[in-house]
């Protein structure tokens, strides 16, 4: 049984996140979705943990999971059970960044293993700071989130 972990902040999570998960979960038996703690945020870590279990309910994909967690990522990987880290890329600033972070995983645990799946095409110019910021203007972002992501932005950003 091959269980993957997809780290992030998801800040919030966004349908190219939904798209990676949804398609990782198609790949392996199990998907551990974790949501790394941060202050700079947002959204709290366990607003971001429950936005993104709704996202998953709504989808219905049973084998996946949510988790927050501290720490490296590699260290929450072992504990979880997962030999394998899924990460999505959407261009070369992405793979830059992640071909470093896959090295130093590597490194630090050398039985897991960092796949890569790339963005669709759809969601190529969809990042959480980019819909933070368009959503903080007041423009709709119904159609670039999940259904309860885009309603607790337009909560968070209703008196500006």
Do not use: W
């Not at 972990?5 to 798209?19: I, L």
């Not at 790394?36 to 994909?61: N, V």
């Not at 963005?119 to 910021?133: D, Q, Y």
């Amino acid at each position: 049984m091959t269980i993957a972990m997809y780290p992030g902040r998801f800040d919030p999570v966004t349908n190219g996140h939904m798209d990676i998960v949804r398609r990782a979960s198609q790949i392996f038996d199990g998907v551990i979705v974790g949501i790394a703690d941060s202050k700079s945020t947002l959204f709290t870590t366990d607003e971001r943990k429950a936005l993104f279990e709704e996202a998953i309910a709504e989808a219905e994909l049973p084998n996946v999971r949510c988790i927050s967690y501290t720490g490296l990522t590699v260290n929450v990987a072992h504990e979880h059970g997962a030999h394998v880290l899924v990460r999505g890329l959407r261009g070369n600033t992405d793979f830059s960044y992640e071909f470093d972070m896959a090295l130093m995983n590597k490194k630090m645990a050398p039985d897991i293993e960092s796949v890569y799946l790339m963005t669709a095409v759809e969601h190529l110019f969809i990042s959480g700071t980019r819909i933070r910021e368009v959503a903080s203007l007041g423009h709709p972002i119904d159609d670039l989130v999940p259904s309860a992501v885009a309603a607790a932005l337009n909560e968070k950003f209703k008196n500006r």
